[in-house]
C-alpha cells in the first residue's frame, strides 16, 4: 500500500482542542448553524459460524445533510430521550450534551460533513468484497492490521477485543495483548485485560478501536504512542472522521468505516484508510 498522506487543516493536538476549533468555526461552517436531521441507533447481535463466542453492538447515528456521524455505545445504555435530544438540535448544542455519544456523534457528522472520506482529504477507499459476516469481519481485519509496519514476534496491544483482528495479527505472526473494558477471554481462551496502559509498557504497537474516544481512553493512549514513538493505528466505526484528524499526533494510520458498516450488509462496502506521510508501507 502506497503511503499517503492526510491534509485536515487546523488539525487538533488533542481531543479537546479539536473540539474548540469546531466550535469557533475553524474548520467549516458555524455549528450552531447547522441542524441535525435524523437520530437513530443500530442494535447488532452476533455468532459468526464456526465461533464459540458471540457479541452485541449498538451505535448511535446522527444525520447532517448527507454525512453520518457515529458512536457505539454499550447495549443497553443509552437512554429513550437521547434521540429526541439530538433531532432538530444545532451541531453547537450537541457537543455540549450531558452524553458521551452524543458528543462524539455530533462531531463526527459534523467533520464528515466538512472534510468527508475522499482522497483530497487523505483517505485511499478499499473496496471490502461481498460475503457472509465472518466473511467480510476478516476482510476488514486484514484491511486494519495492514497499517501495521512491525517485524514477525512483534506485540500488538489490542485495545477493543475483534476476533477477527487477533486472527489477522496472527497470520501476520505478530503477538498480541487483547485488552477490553468487559474483560473475559478471547475465542482462544486468552485473558483479556482491562486496563490498557500499563499494557501498553510491554507492547511495540497499538490497535485501538475508535470506540476509546467515546470512553475517553482515547487520549491517554494517544499520548503513550506519542511520547514512546509507538505505532498506533485505529480501526474507527465510532468517529470515523474525527480520528482522521490526529495523524501525526500520535496516531500513524486510521482505517475509516463510516455507516453503514461492514455487519449490516452482505454485499460488497468499503472502507478508507489514512497514513502519515512517510508511514509504512
Known sequence: MTAVSARPTARGRTYDDLVAHVRAGALGPDPSTLRIAVAFTTRQAVRHDGRGTGYRN???????????GSCA??????????LDDCVGADVARLLDHPLPAVRVAALDAYLMHVTPHTPEHGARPLALPAGSSLEKSRAR??????????????????????????????????GYVPCDLKGGVTEWDEKVVTDALPAA???????????????GTF???REHALRHGKQLVLFAQTGSAVLPRFLGHGVSA????????????????????????????
Open 219 to 221: 487520549e491517554p493512549l
Open 141 to 174: 481485519a486484514r484491511a486494519v492490521v495492514e497499517l501495521l509496519d512491525l517485524p514477525d514476534g512483534g506485540t500488538v496491544l489490542v485495545v477493543g477485543v475483534v476476533n477477527s483482528l487477533l486472527e489477522a495479527l496472527r497470520s501476520h505472526g505478530l
Open 73 to 82: 455505545v454499550e447495549p443497553g445504555e443509552l437512554p429513550d430521550g437521547a
Open 254 to 281: 486510521v482505517c475509516a468505516e463510516p455507516y453503514p458498516f461492514f455487519w449490516l450488509d452482505g454485499g460488497p462496502g468499503v472502507v478508507h484508510r489514512y497514513r502519515c506521510s512517510g508511514g509504512a508501507r
Open 58 to 68: 449498538e451505535v448511535l447515528s446522527l444525520r447532517l445533510a448527507e454525512a453520518v
Open 201 to 215: 509498557g510491554r507492547c511495540d504497537a497499538l490497535l485501538v478501536s475508535g470506540m476509546t474516544v467515546g470512553n
